[in-house]
């Protein structure tokens, strides 16, 4: 095991443990939570057997390991940007909605 994979499997568990404490006292879903832990282990995984991304690459026509890593990385940093983006809207639609409210409540 080289210093890399001593790091990020440290942080790997650092974060695993905080999906766990986040599962303990309610704030993350079922269907959260599997995401994240799946998530994690898969990283986990990748990371202490690098040879596996070789073979996941070479599935999907890619020619090295890191490549789809980086483009994964990627797609899941866009889809994670477009679900806050989803979220931030939805609460700004309900701010401007109860602030409608709370005006037209004081006004009379």
């Avoid at 994690?40 to 995984?45: H, T």
């Avoid at 057997?49 to 890619?62: A, E, N, Q, R």
């Avoid at 701010?95 to 037209?104: F, G, N, R, W």
């Amino acid at each position: 095991m080289n210093l890399f994979q001593f790091v990020f499997l440290l942080f790997i568990s650092w974060s695993l443990y905080k999906v766990i404490i986040k599962i303990r006292i309610g704030q993350l879903s079922i269907r959260e939570s599997l995401f994240w832990i799946s998530a994690w282990v898969f990283g986990g995984i990748v990371i202490s057997y690098p040879g596996i991304s070789v073979k996941i690459s070479d599935l999907f026509g890619i020619s090295r390991g890191v490549d789809l890593v980086i483009y994964s990385s990627i797609i899941f940093l866009y889809y994670i940007s477009y679900k806050i983006y989803l979220k931030i809207d939805s609460l700004q639609r309900k701010i401007k909605e109860l602030s409608t409210k709370i005006a037209i409540k004081e006004k009379d």
